[in-house]
C-alpha cells in the first residue's frame, strides 16, 4: 500500500478516514444547509439514559458524591451584603475511576467501538479525557493510543500535560506526544488510517450522552438530600461537552428551572497556536482558548457534526482568572480538606462568587471536581509559571494579563463575577454558520435551526442575519 | 548503547516548517512539527541513531534514539510560599476569631 502521506493528501482523507473510525453516517442528519436534525442524530446515534447509566455502573463510573462546602459557603458570606450567600456544593467527580467526570465520554465510547469490534481506540487529548479513555480502554481490553500536544519547540513540557501523559501509560496506553500546532489532527488521520482503530473523539453523540448522567444523577441526589432542585449548576466550560452533557441530562430530570451557569479561565490574549504562549499559561483547559471558540463554532471539532452545542443551553457565562482559581483550589484544600486539581476548581471560583449575589437559602451544584498529584497541583503550575518569567502577585485579579502575570486576590471579597455577554456569543456563532456555509440566502429550516441552536429567538437571529445582508426564502 | 528489548523514547520531525499549515502563528511557522513516542528497541543503537521501536500497541515507528528508560521529570515544582500565605489568610478569616465574631 503506497497511499500518499504528505500532509494536503492525508488531510483531503478526512472524510473517507473519520466514517471508518467513528461509524457513523452523519448524513443520515443533514438537511443540506446549515441546520441539521441535532436531536435525531442524539436519539438514534447515541444510546438512552438507562443504557448509559447500565454501561457506566459497569465500569464503575458515576454516582459520585455531592458534598456540602460548608466553610467556603460561611466565607463567601462574610464577603457578601447581609441576607446574601448561597449554599456551595460540589459534585465530586474525582471519585469516578480515571479521576475525573471524563470517565463518562470514556465510557459510553469504549463500550461502542468494543461493540463495533473495533481493537483498539484512539482520542486526541492532552486532557483527563486522555486518561480516562485509557483507563477505560484497559478495562475493556483494547488497545489505546492517547495523542498529546505536549512540548514547546525546546521539548519543554507543561507539568500538567507531562503528568496526563503518566497517567495514560500507566493505564497501558501507548502516548504519541507532539509539539504545538493544529497539525496534531494530521497525525490523528494517519495513525486512524494506520491502525483502524476507533476514534474515540469527545464530539460523538455517544460521548456527550455520557455527560447526560451527571446532570441527571446531580438533580436526583440533591433532590433526595433537599428535597428541591438547585437553583445554578455551574459548568466548567472548555469544548463544550460538559455544558451540553450535563445540561441535557439536568432537562431529562425535569429540572427545567435550574439556571445553567458555564465558568472559563480567562487566556484571552494568548495564542492556542503559538509555541511561545503554550508555557505561558497556567491552565491547559478550562479556559476561554476553547471555550469560546467552540461556542461560537461548534462544528470546528473532530466529528462532522459535533454533538456538544454549549450555546443551546447556557443561561449565563462568567470568566474567572487563573489567580482567582489558584485561590480557591486552597481553600477547597484548607477550609473543606478536598485536595482538589486546579482546572475543575474553573466552576467552583465563579460560584463563589455567583453565591455572593444570591440568598442565603438559594443553592448552586459545582459539577465537578478533578484528581490531583504531581504536576497537576497548584505548585508546579505556579512554580512553572514563573520558570518562564510569568510574575506571580497579590492584588487586583482584574490587573491579571495572561501570559505576563498571575494575580492572586489579596482577599477573598476579590473575587468578582464577570460576565461574558452571551448575545455576542450568539451573534458570532450565527455569523460563523453564514460564513462557513458561504450563504447569501437561508431557508425557515435553517432559520429555525439557527434559533434553537443560539437558544435565541427570532428578532434576535433576523437582527443578525440583516446585518449580514442574508434574505430568509 | 542500547540493546534490543530496551524501553526508549524516539523523535521525529513530523512536518519540517515549509510544510506546515497555512495560518499558523509566525514562531510556530518557524519550527518543525515535531514527535516523541516511547517503545521496545527492535535493534541495537546508540543515542541519536536512527532505530525502528515497538510501541505498547505493536505499531512500529523509526526515529532518532533520544532516551532509555526515560524517567518522568514532573513533580510538585519549587515551593510556592505564596500558597502558604493565602492558606493562612483563608484559615484565619473563616476560623480565626476575628473582629466579625
Known amino acids: ?35 441539521f436534525d441535532y436531536e435525531r442524530m442524539m436519539r438514534e446515534a447515541g444510546y438512552s439514559l438507562e443504557e448509559i447509566q447500565r454501561i457506566q455502573s459497569g465500569t464503575g463510573v458515576g454516582n459520585t458524591p455531592i458534598l456540602e462546602l460548608r466553610n467556603i459557603t460561611a466565607l ?29 465520554r470514556a465510557a459510553n465510547a469504549v463500550y461502542h467501538a468494543k461493540k463495533l469490534g473495533y481493537k483498539g481506540v484512539i482520542a486526541a487529548t492532552s486532557g483527563n479525557y486522555g486518561a480516562a479513555v485509557a483507563s477505560q480502554a484497559a478495562m475493556a481490553g483494547l488497545k489505546c493510543i492517547i495523542v498529546q500536544e505536549c512540548y514547546d519547540s525546546k521539548m519543554v513540557g507543561q507539568p500538567e500535560i507531562l503528568e496526563k501523559q503518566r497517567v495514560c501509560e500507566a493505564y497501558g496506553a501507548e502516548v504519541v506526544q507532539l509539539s ?14 494506520e491502525t483502524g482503530y ?24 440533591f433532590r433526595e438530600k433537599l428535597g428541591k432542585d438547585p437553583d445554578k449548576v455551574l459548568i466548567t466550560h472548555a469544548g463544550g461537552g460538559n455544558v451540553t ?136 503550575q505556579i512554580s512553572f509559571a514563573k520558570q518562564n518569567g510569568i510574575e506571580v502577585l497579590f492584588g487586583d485579579p482584574d490587573e491579571e494579563i495572561p501570559g505576563k502575570n498571575i494575580v492572586f486576590p489579596d482577599e477573598p471579597s476579590k473575587i468578582k463575577i464577570r460576565d461574558f455577554d452571551l448575545s455576542k456569543a450568539k451573534a458570532s456563532y450565527i455569523k460563523n454558520a453564514i460564513n462557513n456555509y458561504g450563504k447569501t440566502e437561508i431557508n425557515r429550516n435553517d432559520f429555525d435551526f439557527l434559533i434553537k441552536d443560539a437558544k435565541s429567538d427570532e428578532e434576535f437571529v433576523l437582527s443578525v442575519l440583516t446585518e449580514l445582508g442574508v434574505k430568509i426564502s | ?14 512536518l519540517k516548517p515549509e510544510e506546515r499549515a497555512a495560518h499558523l502563528p509566525e514562531d510556530t511557522k518557524k519550527v518543525p512539527l515535531e514527535l516523541w513516542v516511547k ?37 510538585f515544582g519549587d515551593y510556592v510560599p505564596e500558597l502558604t500565605k493565602i492558606d493562612m489568610q483563608l484559615k484565619e478569616i473563616a476560623f480565626g476569631g476575628g473582629k466579625d465574631e
Not at chain 1, 14 to 27: H, R, T
Not at chain 1, 347 to 368: H, K, N, R
Request: charged fraction near 25%.
Open chain 1, 198 to 221: 476507533f476514534n474515540a473523539s469527545l464530539y460523538t453523540p455517544f460521548g456527550i450522552a455520557g455527560v447526560e448522567t451527571l446532570g441527571y444523577e446531580l438533580v436526583m441526589q
Open chain 1, 245 to 380: 452533557g450535563t445540561a441535557r441530562g439536568i432537562i431529562k430530570a425535569g429540572a427545567d428551572k435550574v439556571e445553567v451557569v458555564g465558568a472559563s479561565v480567562d487566556l484571552s490574549g494568548l495564542h492556542m497556536a503559538s509555541d511561545k504562549d503554550f508555557n505561558r499559561k497556567s491552565f491547559t483547559t478550562g479556559h476561554t482558548g476553547f471555550g469560546i471558540p467552540f461556542a461560537t463554532w461548534p462544528d470546528r471539532a473532530d466529528v462532522p457534526r459535533n454533538a456538544a452545542r454549549p450555546l443551546r443551553y447556557l443561561d449565563r457565562y462568567l470568566i474567572v482568572k487563573q489567580g482567582e482559581v489558584f485561590f480557591v483550589t486552597e481553600a477547597l484544600s484548607v477550609l473543606e480538606g478536598i485536595e482538589r486539581g486546579p482546572a475543575g476548581n474553573t466552576s467552583l471560583t465563579a460560584a463563589f462568587a455567583l453565591a455572593q449575589e444570591m440568598d442565603e437559602d438559594q443553592t448552586i451544584v459545582v459539577q465537578e471536581t478533578e484528581y490531583t498529584g504531581a504536576g497537576k497541583h497548584p505548585m508546579p
Open chain 1, 1 to 35: 500500500m503506497n497511499r500518499d502521506m504528505s500532509y494536503s493528501a492525508v488531510m483531503s482523507r478526512k472524510n473517507e478516514i473519520m466514517k471508518k473510525a467513528i461509524g457513523i453516517d452523519y448524513s443520515l442528519f443533514e438537511s443540506g444547509g446549515i441546520s
Open chain 1, 76 to 104: 463567601a458570606r462574610k464577603c457578601a451584603p447581609k441576607g446574601k450567600g448561597a449554599r456551595i456544593f460540589i459534585k465530586d467527580e474525582a471519585a469516578n475511576p480515571s479521576g475525573s467526570f471524563k470517565a463518562r
Open chain 1, 180 to 193: 504545538v500546532g493544529p497539525e496534531l489532527f494530521y497525525t490523528f488521520l494517519r495513525l486512524l488510517e
Open chain 2, 39 to 75: 517503545g521496545f528497541a527492535l535493534e541495537d543503537g546508540k543515542i541519536g541513531d536512527e532505530i525502528e521501536i515497538q510501541t505498547v500497541t505493536g505499531r512500529k515507528v523509526k526515529g532518532e534514539l533520544l532516551k532509555v528508560n526515560p524517567r518522568y521529570i514532573h513533580d
Open chain 2, 1 to 14: 548503547m542500547v540493546r534490543k528489548g530496551d524501553w526508549v523514547q524516539i523523535h521525529q520531525i513530523v
